[in-house]
């Protein structure tokens, strides 16, 4: 009676349970399967049971070059604990499986025991991590070397051209001509005015203050340079405590801030622009606001190739964020990013090299 429950139970795992199951002869004929290996290959356990061998629709196991060319096919070897082997579905695709094997004793017939588990959504997700942290590194990147440079820049270049506008000034003091002098004056009003645009190159790629003294700070100074450069009235309204957070965090919204400041000056035709920051419930909020015309978010390629706003939105992403717009004709367009800081660590990468 026992035995016979054992026996019946087992039999309803084996229908049952998600995974699929096969189980081979010594030739590699499939001489049962449960329902599962359906859902797995697209074939029923009809059209499979001595029917068709597993060798008809395994296409070689991923990490082992001898097993593909089937010189030494699992099959014929033990029980192998795990590996991963490519399995063609009834549709014609090619997907991979993880598997494992059991050579059950000769007694029960010597008979082998495949248990295979589909990977394709655990391999896309795989690869969707992947992307992600390659995507971070490649931003890691740009950002340290429009550090480098912008360093470069300031420290190098810009130091240099101040050493000549200091020597040309202690020249114009001196007893010239006043034809000489006034060449030494024009001199010395370029060499100001080329300092200045290596300071402004400078700050654009990277600000110091970004990292000197966190994002706020650096946004303030940028809304400085905007309203010169644009003449465009800026606000930048912050609730809560300033303080400063992960780096990458910091970077992607500066970045997004920035970017949609400059869309809004070159296409929202406007003079006055809303910045609103806020912390709250361990969630950041970034909303830029202008009044400008508007644009329709279906075809943002009209004003433009439309990357701008698809560059900021995979920066939101990345740190685990996300990215709205709203935008109406003659009523301007809005721009919110939520970041969930309680994501910061599972959604950002920093790569070791840039943190030295």
Known sequence: MRRKTSESLLKMIFQYVSDAILILDEQGMIVE?????????????????????????????????DFTVCTNCFTNLGSISSFEIRLLHRNGQIFSAAASTTRLQE??????????????????????????????YMIQAQEEER?????ELHD???????????????????????????????VQDMAVQALNEVRYIAVDLRPSSLDDWG?????????????RTYGIVTTLSVVGKERR????????????????????????NIDKLQIYFEEQ????????????????????????????????RERAE??????DITSNFGHGTTIRVNVPLSKQEETTYDHPCFNS
């Open 33 to 65: 399967a449960n329902p599962s290996i359906e859902m797995l290959t697209g074939y029923c356990t009809k059209e499979l049971i001595h029917k068709v061998k597993l060798s008809s629709i395994c296409q070689g196991m991923d990490k082992c070059a």
């Open 215 to 227: 994002l706020l700070p650096a946004l303030r100074s940028f809304i400085k340079q905007f309203e």
């Open 147 to 151: 550090k480098r440079v912008s360093r």
């Open 245 to 268: 957070y992960k780096s990458a965090v910091e970077t992607a919204l500066y970045r997004i801030c920035q970017e949609a400041m400059v869309n809004a000056a070159k296409y929202a």
């Open 156 to 186: 190098g270049v810009g130091q240099s051209i101040y050493s000549m506008i200091v020597g040309l000034n202690i020249i114009g003091q001196m007893e010239l001509k006043d034809e000489l002098k006034e060449h030494f004056q024009m």
């Open 107 to 136: 007694h029960m017939g010597g008979l082998l025991v495949v248990v295979l588990r589909d990977m394709s959504e655990h391999n896309k997700e795989e690869q969707k991590q992947l992307q992600k942290k390659m995507a971070n």
């Open 318 to 323: 990345l740190i685990g964020g996300t990215l």
């Open 281 to 312: 419930d361990q969630q950041l909020h970034l909303v830029v606001t202008d009044f400008g015309r508007g644009f329709n978010i279906e075809k943002i390629e009209i004003q433009g190739t439309g990357l701008g706003l698809y560059g900021m």
